[in-house]
């Protein structure tokens, strides 16, 4: 008779998993704000107090649900559309933000405050909007010359113009005060990459069995292919001279062979690609880092 109530509870705890979190930080936040006791806990003052307590630690889910409450109650503070949106980056709803932000600004983009600026191009990096981050930084109006100069940097380098992004790194580091450290780093970093030509690994593939595997650092793959390559050919070449043209050896050797060469050079183009994508991928994981830590 007492199982199946537990089960019961059980049950629903599991279903209402976040509201019973919800719940747990609300009495939380009451624990250590025992001023609160015996007011009004559902008044705006309150309500903004709880939603930054969410804030502060973390709960950014929670914490979302309330500033829309509170955003409801004052569609003016734009102090709270701008911890609105924050709650909903760091939450990872980027779309749910960028949503919101463009109903919040009722298409006033060039306008927006610093602080909202900001978050949209935090939005539209983390979601890979390239070119619409690129047109909202030229339009903008509010950004310093510094938020500017950053997230210029970091669009270029999101949008694999490498070259460009470096070129205005120097730019920048001459004449933007305060540029970051972290920004100019990345860019000597990318400077030193040296991308593999996926011509060049095929030709090299084509001279020499495995050798464009080994032009893009797979030394281990290259040699399996010379190795195997090499081998097939050579029975091949044993067929023919025992039987001559007859040989069925031979040409099934020689047609192994044959294959794995025309394959080798396409997978050394192909190796050479990934090598490119890999550094790519690198450094723009590097500039992701850097605006998850950026405060502006």
């Known amino acids: 008779m007492i199982i199946h109530p537990i089960n019961m509870t059980i049950k629903f705890l599991k279903v209402n998993s976040l509201r019973f979190l919800q719940v747990l930080f609300f009495l939380n936040f009451l624990i250590f704000n025992n001023d609160l006791l015996g007011q009004d806990i559902y008044s705006f003052d ?3 107090k709880y939603a930054e307590f969410l804030l502060s630690s973390s709960q950014f889910k ?26 909903y980056r760091k939450s990872g709803e980027n779309e749910t933000g960028i949503s ?6 009722r298409g006033q983009f060039s306008t927006m405050p610093q602080n909202l600026s900001v978050e949209y ?50 730019y920048a580091n001459e004449n933007i005060h305060d540029f970051p450290g972290e920004l100019s780093f990345i860019s000597a970093h990318s400077e030193k990459i040296r991308f593999k030509s996926p011509l060049i690994a095929a030709g090299l593939s084509a001279i020499v069995p495995g050798t464009g595997k080994a032009y893009t650092g797979n030394y281990v793959d290259g040699l399996i292919s010379l190795l195997f390559v090499a081998g097939n050919t050579w029975q091949s070449y044993k067929g023919f001279s025992r039987n001559g043209i007859e040989s069925v050896s031979g040409w099934i050797f020689g047609g192994i062979s044959l294959g794995f060469y025309v394959g080798n050079i396409y997978g050394s183009a192909k190796a050479a690609k990934r090598y490119n994508k890999m550094k790519v991928n690198e450094t723009k994981n590097q500039i992701y880092n850097f605006l998850y830590n950026y405060s502006y």
Do not use: P, Q, W
Not at 62 to 87: H, N, P, Q, W
Not at 145 to 162: G, M, P, R
């Open 46 to 48: 309150n309500s903004k």
């Open 62 to 87: 929670f914490a979302s649900e309330e500033f829309e409450r509170l955003v409801f109650m004052d569609s003016t503070d734009s102090d709270l559309k701008y911890k609105l949106i924050y709650a």
């Open 100 to 105: 919101r932000l463009k109903d919040l600004s």
């Open 121 to 170: 191009l935090y939005l539209l990096l983390n979601t890979g909007k390239i070119i619409e981050a690129d047109v909202f930084l030229k339009d903008n109006l509010t950004l310093s010359n510094l938020n500017k100069s950053v997230f210029k940097t970091c669009n270029l380098f999101l949008a694999e113009n490498f070259r460009e992004a470096n070129s205005y790194v120097k």
